[in-house]
């Protein structure tokens, strides 16, 4: 069983900036992935971005070169640097976590708000 938290969300104006983290604890061993995935209204939930324990690292096209994954493996937490907002942003933000022949987690959302 692995217990994903995230934080960092919040309100912020077009073109600024968040960074979102996601600490992740319970049963952590066999932790091969983690990433982030967004769910707006009206829309369906979508992969952000996404990597692996050794770094590889994977980018839907509309954020590319604007948010950044990163992750600290000793300290089991993921991040999202998030640069250039705009209010396609707007969403709740969901850590996800893959364990090796176990199972897949999710966190419970933190909420990003891209508005002038």
């Known amino acids: 069983q692995v217990q994903l938290v995230e934080s960092g969300g919040g309100l912020v104006q077009p073109g600024g900036s968040l960074r979102l983290a996601c600490a992740a604890s319970?049963?952590?061993?066999?932790?091969?992935?983690m990433g982030w995935y967004r769910q707006a209204p009206g829309k369906q939930r979508e992969l952000v971005a996404a990597?692996?324990?050794?770094?590889?690292?994977n980018y839907r096209d509309s954020v590319k070169g604007r948010f950044t994954i990163s992750g600290d493996n000793g300290k089991n937490t993921v991040y999202l640097q998030m640069n250039s907002l705009t209010p396609a942003a707007t969403a709740v933000y969901y850590c996800?976590?893959?364990?090796?022949?176990?199972?897949?987690?999710w966190g419970q959302g933190t909420q990003v708000t891209v508005s002038s």
């Open positions: 996800n976590a893959a364990r090796a022949s176990i199972g897949i987690y």
């Open positions: 990597m692996t324990r050794g770094g590889s690292t």
């Open positions: 319970g049963t952590i061993f066999g932790i091969y992935t």
